[in-house]
């Protein structure tokens, strides 16, 4: 007894770190007028949007499942119901600002009430990885698995959006935690029904969380065989739950055409991973990519202290252990080599099932009371946790000195008006008034493309998008945004902005980018560039202008 009130207070230590981690900087980018910063983020209006299809009998289906989303309309129902009764909610608008009277108090609330949902099951996701660390290797290395996940910069950062990556990762964890206590001899029917549960719900809420459950009742039964009861009650309880917990979850019940609308939609030629092909070069390659991407996602020291403990387990022959193995290679072999694509958020499931095994490696180096040369290991391991809290507390520093709020400082006193060109999507630019106007620029080979006949009085350039430019191989259109920070192109360079530099990368490219800010010269564009190029007069093509570039013999 006394230790399991132990163990649930330093987990309520772990868990309100995490809350801080998570909560510190929730308001980065809102109100957003025309979306949010953060790449792949649900719309504020979109779970309402959906809800309101279902109960409609309407097209709901899009690239996500609908849990998290009719989830997230349960959340902001009652703000809703009150902006009604207030009559701030007129007629319903596809398009800004939507039929509300205050559209960006109303939309950011909204995104905040989201968010805030994320920040709640990122807490939760810790605990579970926790428990299942506790499970296995006990109370210390429960706390300090616990303190590896929670530290990560990748969760701290989509703890802090309404991504579905987070929420997914926390249905997950719990299926995971469930799985260790069935693996350990738990047989209760009520542990099977949750876990079936559990994964239904990880994969009605983003579809990719399939692949964290797709091996793992291989060892599940594997060791039901080897004590002769292969199928059971508990087991048949386990594999209806998640059949019906999913038929609900997904709407596959209640509405099967939408259910297979967003799969044709979903398997369809417009993803990005459809059609690459298969090959030998591309399997080593994504797998180094993979393996790099995990590392810089729990932390170098921790991913070494992750190797220290899978060597532990196996010698140790922990039972249950497998279960977080085959969670990580379920989820590497049937959604990473499928889809030969890999970035930080893609390896967080790796992340959540190696955090107990990092546990174990710190426990172990922090020894029992007595042990020789105590204080210095134990020295060792507070350094290391200290530094891996600083490093996640390194993104909440990022989300409140993004560079875009001095760019949109300096953009409404130096340049309130007038056309804006980029060729970056608004997650990555400055928040612009809905009635700015802005035309979409098109770097190419040939030189700056742009709509209409003048060109825009102003330019934002975002690294989140330009950097692509500077990848190996060289692009050609390199040559074209070289020559615009040049001041080549009939453009000066304005105004530059950045974050203070803090230790260790980045990991999200969508948190503060480099902005630049070009205003277009006053003086003909003949008497610009002297370098490498010379701009000569803008020319039409399709329906549109472009500065061209000639070389200089």
Not at 210 to 235: E, H, I, N, S
Not at 303 to 316: E, H, K, M, P, W
Not at 429 to 449: F, I, S, Y
């Amino acid at each position: 007894m006394r230790r399991n009130r132990d163990l649930t207070r330093a987990l309520a230590g772990v868990a309100a770190l995490a809350f801080v981690l998570d909560v510190v900087g929730i308001r980065w980018g809102l109100p957003h007028p025309t979306g949010d910063w953060a790449t792949d983020g649900l719309s504020p209006l979109g779970p309402l949007a959906l809800a309101w299809h279902v109960l409609h009998g309407e097209k709901w289906w899009g690239k996500y499942p609908p849990f998290h989303f009719l989830l997230l309309s349960l959340v902001q129902a009652p703000y809703v119901a009150w902006l009604r009764l207030r009559g701030e909610i007129g007629a319903i608008g596809a398009v800004y600002p939507y039929g509300l009277a205050h559209p960006l108090v109303v939309l950011g609330r909204l995104a905040l009430l989201a968010r805030l949902v994320s920040v709640v099951m990122g807490v939760a996701t810790v605990v579970f990885t926790a428990l299942a660390a506790a499970e296995l290797f006990g109370r210390r290395a429960a706390v300090l698995a616990g303190l590896v996940l929670l530290s990560s910069p990748v969760t701290v950062y989509y703890a802090h959006t309404t991504n579905l990556d987070i929420p997914y990762l926390c249905w997950t964890t719990a299926g995971l935690w469930l799985a260790v206590r069935v693996a350990r001899g738990d047989a209760a029917v009520g542990t099977h029904v949750l876990l079936g549960a559990a994964a239904a719900l990880a994969v009605a809420t983003k579809d990719q969380a399939y692949a964290c459950f797709a091996l793992l009742p291989v060892p599940m039964l594997w060791r039901r065989w080897q004590a002769g009861k292969l199928l059971d009650t508990a087991a048949l309880a386990a594999l209806a739950s998640f059949a019906g917990v999913y038929a609900v979850a997904s709407l596959l019940a209640v509405d099967p055409t939408g259910y297979l609308g967003h799969a044709r939609q979903l398997t369809g030629p417009a993803m990005p991973y459809v059609g690459v092909p298969l090959s030998a070069a591309r399997v080593v390659g994504v797998s180094l990519r993979t393996a790099t991407a995990t590392a810089s996602t729990l932390g170098w020291p921790f991913a070494l202290a992750c190797g220290a403990g899978l060597v532990l387990a196996a010698v140790r022959r922990t039972r249950g252990a497998e279960m977080t193995l085959a969670m990580a290679l379920s989820y590497y072999l049937t959604f990473v080599i499928p889809i030969l694509y890999v970035v930080p958020r893609y390896v967080l499931p790796l992340v959540a099932a190696l955090a107990p095994f990092a546990g174990l490696g710190l426990a172990s180096l922090w020894g029992e009371p007595g042990a020789r040369r105590a204080w210095a290991r134990r020295a060792v391991v507070g350094v290391v946790v200290a530094i891996g809290v600083a490093r996640g507390a390194s993104m909440d520093v990022r989300l409140l000195t993004d560079a875009r709020y001095h760019a949109e400082s300096w953009l409404a006193a130096h340049a309130p008006s007038g056309v804006i060109g980029t060729d970056a999507d608004p997650s990555y630019l400055p928040r612009l008034a809905p009635t700015r106007p802005v035309v979409r620029l098109k770097l190419a080979p040939d030189g700056l493309h742009y709509p209409g006949s003048e060109p825009p009085d102003l330019i934002v350039l975002t690294s989140a998008r330009y950097r692509q430019y500077f990848w190996p191989p060289p692009r050609p259109e390199r040559r074209v945004l070289t020559a615009l920070l040049r001041g080549e192109l009939c453009y000066e360079r304005a105004a530059d902005f950045r974050s203070p530099q803090l230790f260790g990368p980045s990991l999200v490219r969508a948190v503060s980018p480099h902005i630049i800010v070009l205003r277009r010269r006053t003086e003909p564009c003949e008497a610009v560039g002297t370098l490498a190029e010379r701009i000569i007069q803008p020319s039409r093509a399709r329906g549109a202008r472009r500065f061209h570039l000639e070389s200089r013999s």
